[in-house]
């Protein structure tokens, strides 16, 4: 990989907390990034984030940020239910984009963007795939190094305490499943390398309306299943288990590696349940969010690096129109896909 390119200027539309406390600095971390504009709905507000992070121009608008020549690609760091508008809007003005996940509210959503520029990269920002560890997984998954993947579990939950946060209200795409089971299925998707046939959902939601906890099973055929937990009313809790036919593979910490350990993969290949017979794949501590700035720089650049594109969003959009059916109707239902 030619490690000297010529950075790609970003700009961020929205002062929100992942944008201030991870891309930003991610972005002025890599060597292959130049974070140049940031636009917010008060120019105050992003004048005050450009000067935090040393960032030459802020604006008081999205507009202005898609205006500026000289940005090249765009962070959209806005309420979920506004993504698709602004993901659309980016591409029009040009401007590669890599968008907060979930990308769109539902599947339908997203063919609004058929017709932009297929010489622009688009992608919705799943940083965790981007992780050293992650691609050494699928690398060994693929290799089938441990025989098939089976099955696919994990957990994922924080306690939500603020009452403001858009999250909260289910008009913004709020709720557990948006926020946090979006995560959950792209991994399954991910570690079966196919897309899940139907999809069984079971959910509990609040006064407003959100989904505060959901539970899913996804069959995705030939004897594969994944289920998975999210919440945002429960301890943090962050876990993937896979179990191949020769071993039980297991990422602590999945979603949000260490920055300061190694993270690790550890498998585990005893036949006994009474022994084991574990090792572990170390790797380094990383910033995942410079991580995932990077590769998509270098996509723009035209370098072989990890790249999702929207194909794959629309695909994690159909599991969760799934998801939201099953749990309303309390059956099984059918992933559409393309």
């Not at 924080?158 to 299925?185: H, I, S, V, W």
């Given at each position: 990989?030619?490690d000297?390119?010529?950075?790609?200027?970003?700009?961020?539309l929205?002062?929100?907390?992942?944008?201030?406390?991870?891309?930003i600095?991610?972005?002025?971390?890599?060597a292959v990034?130049?974070?140049?504009a940031?636009?917010?709905?008060?120019?105050e507000?992003?004048?005050?984030?450009?000067?935090?992070?040393?960032?030459?121009?802020a604006?008081?608008?999205?507009?202005?940020?898609?205006?500026?020549?000289?940005v090249?690609?765009?962070?959209?760091?806005?309420?979920n239910?506004?993504?698709?508008?602004?993901?659309?809007?980016?591409?029009?003005?040009?401007?590669?984009?890599?968008?907060?996940?979930?990308?769109?509210?539902?599947a339908?959503?997203?063919?609004?963007?058929?017709?932009?520029?297929?010489?622009?990269?688009?992608s919705?920002?799943f940083?965790?795939?981007?992780?050293?560890?992650w691609?050494?997984?699928?690398?060994?998954?693929q290799?089938?190094?441990?025989?098939?993947?089976l099955?696919f579990s994990?957990?994922?939950?924080?306690?939500?305490?603020?009452?403001?946060?858009?999250?909260?209200?289910?008009?913004?795409?709020?709720?557990?499943?948006?926020?946090?089971?979006?995560?959950?299925?792209?991994?399954?998707?991910?570690?079966?390398?196919?897309?899940?046939?139907r999809a069984?959902?079971?959910?509990?939601?609040?006064?407003?309306?959100?989904?505060?906890?959901?539970?899913?099973?996804l069959?995705?055929?030939?004897?594969?299943?994944a289920?998975?937990m999210?919440?945002?009313?429960?301890?943090?809790?962050?876990?993937?288990?896979?179990?191949?036919e020769?071993?039980?593979?297991?990422?602590?910490?999945?979603?949000?590696?260490?920055?300061?350990?190694?993270?690790?993969?550890?498998?585990?290949?005893?036949?006994?349940?009474?022994?084991?017979?574990?090792?572990?794949?170390?790797?380094?501590?990383?910033?995942?969010?410079?991580?995932?700035?990077?590769?998509?720089?270098?996509?723009?650049?035209?370098?072989?690096?990890?790249?999702?594109?929207?194909?794959?969003?629309?695909?994690?959009?159909?599991?969760?129109?799934?998801?939201?059916?099953?749990?309303?109707?309390?059956?099984?239902?059918?992933?559409?896909?393309?």
């Open positions: 990989m030619n000297i390119i010529a950075p790609v200027r970003w700009g961020i929205g002062a929100a907390r992942i944008a201030d406390g991870a891309i600095p991610g972005l002025v971390k890599s990034c130049e974070p140049l940031i636009g917010a709905r008060s120019a507000r992003a004048r005050i984030m450009a000067d935090r992070h040393g960032i030459q121009r604006y008081g608008s999205y507009e202005e940020v898609l205006a500026d020549p000289d090249e690609a765009v962070y959209i760091a806005l309420p239910h506004l993504h698709v508008e602004w993901t659309r809007k980016a591409a029009k003005a040009g401007k590669h984009v890599l968008c907060e996940k979930p990308a769109a509210m539902t339908a959503e997203l063919d609004q963007l058929g017709d932009i520029d297929p010489a622009l990269k688009i919705e920002a940083m965790v795939r981007q992780q050293p560890r691609i050494r997984l699928r690398q060994i998954l290799a089938e190094d441990y025989g098939r993947p099955s994990s957990l994922l939950s924080f306690m939500m305490t603020n009452e403001a946060d858009f999250r909260q209200k289910p008009e913004f795409g709020g709720g557990a499943y948006y926020d946090l089971g979006c995560y959950t299925a792209m991994a399954a998707r991910y570690v079966f390398g196919s897309e899940p046939k069984f959902a079971a959910a509990a939601h609040n006064a407003g309306g959100i989904d505060m906890f959901t539970s899913v099973i069959d995705f055929g030939d004897g594969r299943h289920t998975f999210v919440s945002m009313a429960q301890a943090s809790s962050q876990s993937i288990q896979i179990v191949c020769r071993a039980f593979i297991s990422l602590p910490q999945a979603y949000v590696p260490s920055r300061v350990s190694p993270n690790i993969i550890a498998i585990d290949t005893s036949a006994d349940h009474a022994n084991s017979d574990i090792h572990t794949l170390e790797f380094p501590p990383l910033d995942q969010y410079e991580e995932e700035v990077t590769n998509f720089s270098r996509a723009v650049r035209g370098e072989a690096v990890p790249y999702f594109d929207m194909r794959d969003a629309r695909a994690n959009a159909a599991v969760a129109d799934a998801v939201f059916a099953s749990a309303k109707s309390g059956a099984w239902v059918d992933v559409k896909g393309y």
